[in-house]
């Protein structure tokens, strides 16, 4: 088998994953109770893209916790109104929730969607409190391509992008499920037209070769179940971030869609590693 038929096996999750139809219904149906019963701010503006916009679910209790959390889809799907459904979990658990949106590619590309976090992480950063959160206990999450803009976020040097923003910025990312050498990306060939990747342009959004940017903890988790190439990317970021590498959370029956189910099951593994990430298992 050649490379490009390998990698173009290999990184379509919806082939293998027959049924993911039914998980996408599920949070739909899941997300849109979310809104419609919880206390929630959305589609408050970070920027001026279209897409530049975030969902925010306070909680009334705790200690100013919030995790935004970054959806995936391939940079080119999906959106941020298809996770509310993770909100009553972190809410119950005294955690606020911002899932943020950016405009999809192939209207803009990979590089500029990270610009788009670090906008989206600049201001929530500086209107934390307005929602009754502590801009020092900012915790940042994603899935698959949201897992590789996490650990973008990880390694961004916010005094350089806007000198009123700490180096810490962040106090600790999960990456679940991320792609973090986006290198043969470039050979899959029902995702090149959208995303228009060449060598150059995919190692600058490469997080695995670039350094964290702090000591501050990074978690990584990814499904028993998904493809090797996943589980390759997965050991690849804590073989080469080993300064920030704070563990990865093993979940051995999960595939790359149910692995986010996981996320809003306070029962899971990977929402006990949430926990401890953000010390809110002491």
Same mark, same amino acid.
């Given at each position: 088998?050649?490379?490009?038929? /390998?990698?173009? !096996?290999?990184?379509?999750?919806?082939?293998?994953?027959?049924?993911?139809?039914?998980?996408?219904?599920? #949070?739909?149906?899941?997300?849109?109770? +979310?809104?419609?019963?919880? =206390?929630?701010?959305?589609?408050?503006?970070?920027?001026?893209?279209?897409?530049?916009?975030?969902?925010?679910?306070?909680?009334?209790?705790?200690?100013?916790?919030?995790?935004?959390?970054?959806?995936?889809?391939?940079?080119?799907?999906?959106?941020?109104?298809?996770?509310? /459904?993770? +909100?009553?979990?972190?809410?119950? +658990?005294?955690?606020?929730?911002?899932?943020?949106?950016?405009?999809?590619?192939?209207?803009?590309?990979?590089?500029?969607?990270?610009?788009? %976090?670090? !906008?989206?992480?600049? #201001?929530?950063?500086?209107?934390?409190?307005?929602?009754? %959160?502590?801009?020092?206990?900012?915790?940042?999450?994603?899935?698959?391509?949201?897992?590789?803009?996490?650990?973008?976020?990880?390694?961004?040097?916010?005094?350089? /992008?806007?000198?009123?923003? *700490?180096?810490?910025?962040?106090?600790?990312? @999960?990456? =679940?499920?991320?792609?973090?050498? @986006?290198?043969?990306? =470039? $050979?899959?060939?029902?995702?090149? *037209?959208?995303? $228009?990747?060449?060598? +150059?342009?995919?190692?600058?959004?490469?997080?695995?070769? @670039?350094?964290?940017?702090? !000591?501050?903890?990074?978690?990584?988790?990814?499904?028993?179940?998904?493809?090797?190439?996943?589980?390759? $990317?997965?050991?690849?970021?804590?073989?080469? #971030?080993?300064?920030?590498?704070?563990?990865? =959370?093993?979940? *051995?029956?999960?595939?790359?869609?149910?692995?986010?189910?996981?996320?809003?099951?306070?029962?899971?593994?990977?929402?006990?590693?949430?926990?401890?990430?953000?010390?809110?298992?002491?």
């Amino acid at each position: 088998m050649s490379d490009a038929a /390998f990698y173009s !096996r290999e990184y379509n999750n919806r082939a293998l994953v027959p049924e993911h139809p039914q998980f996408f219904a599920r #949070w739909a149906d899941a997300s849109a109770r +979310a809104r419609a019963t919880m =206390i929630c701010y959305l589609d408050r503006r970070y920027g001026e893209g279209p897409g530049e916009t975030m969902d925010i679910f306070p909680a009334r209790k705790g200690d100013g916790s919030c995790m935004m959390f970054i959806h995936g889809g391939y940079w080119r799907a999906l959106d941020k109104s298809d996770f509310s /459904f993770l +909100a009553p979990a972190a809410v119950d +658990a005294g955690v606020s929730l911002a899932a943020v949106n950016y405009d999809l590619c192939p209207k803009v590309t990979v590089e500029e969607i990270v610009r788009q %976090m670090l !906008r989206a992480s600049r #201001w929530l950063f500086l209107n934390a409190e307005q929602y009754g %959160m502590d801009e020092e206990r900012l915790y940042v999450a994603g899935h698959s391509a949201g897992g590789h803009l996490v650990a973008m976020l990880m390694a961004a040097l916010w005094p350089v /992008f806007d000198e009123r923003l *700490p180096k810490d910025l962040w106090k600790g990312g @999960l990456a =679940i499920s991320g792609i973090y050498d @986006l290198r043969p990306l =470039i $050979q899959v060939d029902w995702l090149q *037209p959208d995303l $228009q990747l060449d060598e +150059a342009s995919a190692l600058r959004v490469s997080p695995a070769f @670039l350094p964290p940017a702090t !000591r501050a903890p990074v978690m990584t988790c990814v499904g028993g179940k998904e493809s090797s190439e996943y589980r390759r $990317q997965n050991a690849l970021l804590g073989e080469r #971030w080993k300064s920030a590498f704070a563990g990865d =959370i093993a979940m *051995p029956g999960a595939n790359h869609f149910s692995v986010v189910d996981a996320l809003a099951d306070p029962g899971s593994a990977l929402f006990a590693g949430t926990r401890k990430l953000m010390k809110l298992d002491r």
